[in-house]
């Protein structure tokens, strides 16, 4: 019996990691593509984007109406590819996070340039239907700036909640 709840835990374990990967690789497609709502849907309906230079967008549609933005729309229309790293996943229980990069591409007319290049802090927590759902995403320029490097550390500190 030991075995067995071991192996059930090991496997619920492996598919959170999949799950909370493929939501992470699932957003730059999304804003990429201009669908807003699918991207919005990711966070919970509480969840916070930290948005290093622009801003702090609370809640779904507050997220919604960034990516549907003249900022961003522009940006895709140009041609943009917002590109994000694998993932180190740190699972407690039904909460996560997950520590990466991300990296905005754009299309100059006869090549891709770099836009922006960002460490990213994810929490996540388990939905009541069993879904992964961001609770925040931090998002900050690697240009040198201290911020950037604690959301990269190995041992956060305690982050705000969604409500605060």
Request: glycine share 12%; net charge negative; charged share 25%.
């Amino acid at each position: 019996m030991e075995a067995e709840r071991s192996l059930a835990a090991r496997l619920r374990e492996l598919e959170d990691r999949e799950a909370i990967r493929n939501l992470i690789a699932s957003y730059g497609p999304a804003a990429d593509r201009g669908d807003a709502a699918a991207a919005a849907a990711l966070w919970a309906e509480d969840g916070l984007y930290d948005v290093g230079g622009f801003g702090v967008y609370r809640g779904q549609g507050a997220l919604e109406a960034m990516l549907r933005g003249k900022s961003h729309q522009t940006l895709i229309a140009g041609g943009a590819a917002h590109v994000l790293s694998p993932v180190e996943v740190r699972l407690e229980g039904d909460t996560a996070t997950a520590i990466g990069y991300s990296c905005v591409f754009c299309w100059t007319g006869e090549r891709f340039e770099v836009y922006r290049v960002s460490a990213n802090r994810w929490r996540l927590r388990r939905g009541a239907g069993g879904n992964w759902q961001v609770e925040l995403r931090e998002n900050r320029l690697l240009n040198g700036d201290a911020d950037a490097l604690v959301l990269l550390s190995a041992a956060p500190p305690d982050l705000p909640a969604p409500g605060e």
